[in-house]
T-cell receptor, first 115, second 114 residues
Framework: NAGVTQTPKFRILKIGQSMTLQCTQD?????MYWYRQDPGMGLKLIYY???????DKGEVPNGYNVSRSTTEDFPLRLELAAPSQTSVYFC??????????????FGDGTRLSIL | AQSVTQLDSHVSVSEGTPVLLRCNYS??????LFWYVQHPNKGLQLLLK??????LVKGINGFEAEFKKSETSFHLTKPSAHMSDAAEYFC????????????FGKGTRLSVIA
């Protein structure tokens, strides 16, 4: 039972480069999320998706893009990497039915450094 | 609007002694509340959740939390700390309506001393 899988686990980028962080889940969850975690700051929501073809901005979307073409996959794209995007990125998923909020399942994270 | 405050950024306890991690929340709606644990270089793992049923919630690994509406608190406790409990703990709040995202506290780092 894989759960939420993120690749790569580590990456170093140069300023101005682009890359895609991959996230896939095998639990048939309808909601998926991308967070960034900076030291002492908790998690900040970047983007989320309530189903295939539907995405929406979170608290800190600038500099990022997402797509959700399938239920399983929710990649996060950095177009022009900046040092401020050095962080740990977490993908999560949950199955929401609209009554009470459900727990989110997290991947192990991608540690990204931009130099 | 929702917010959550974890009152201690770092808590240190001796092995075998009780653990108390404090969390206060603010929510315009009847909230769902969660505690997550994060071990080094890992993602967040759910410890327990409150969703308007019993106010005393039991979770994994001997942890429990009590929802106190009058105090807007959701403190996490454990009777006896183990070395393996050393980790970062996050309190999370969400209203039960709409697509409003979860709001995470800034975390409390728990150290357990042998």
């Amino acid at each position: 039972n894989a759960g939420v899988t993120q690749t790569p686990k580590f990456r170093i980028l140069k300023i101005g480069q682009s890359m895609t962080l991959q996230c896939t889940q095998d639990m048939n969850h309808n909601y998926m999320y991308w967070y960034r975690q900076d030291p002492g700051m908790g998690l900040k929501l970047i983007y989320y998706s309530v189903g295939a073809g539907i995405t929406d901005k979170g608290e800190v979307p600038n500099g990022y893009n997402v797509s959700r073409s399938t239920t399983e996959d929710f990649p996060l794209r950095l177009e022009l990497a900046a040092p401020s995007q050095t962080s740990v990125y977490f993908c999560a998923s949950s199955f929401e039915t609209g009554t009470t909020r459900q727990p989110q399942h997290f991947g192990d994270g991608t540690r990204l450094s931009i130099l | 609007a929702q917010s959550v405050t974890q009152l201690d950024s770092h808590v240190s306890v001796s092995e075998g002694t009780p653990v108390l991690l404090r969390c206060n929340y603010s929510s315009s709606y009847s909230p769902s509340l969660f505690w997550y644990v994060q071990h080094p270089n890992k993602g967040l793992q759910l410890l327990l959740k409150y969703t308007s049923a019993a106010t005393l919630v039991k979770g994994i690994n001997g942890f429990e939390a009590e929802f106190k509406k009058s105090e807007t608190s959701f403190h996490l406790t454990k009777p006896s700390a183990h070395m393996s409990d050393a980790a970062e703990y996050f309190c999370v709040v969400s209203p039960n309506s709409g697509n409003t995202p979860l709001v995470f506290g800034k975390g409390t780092r728990l150290s357990v001393i042998a």
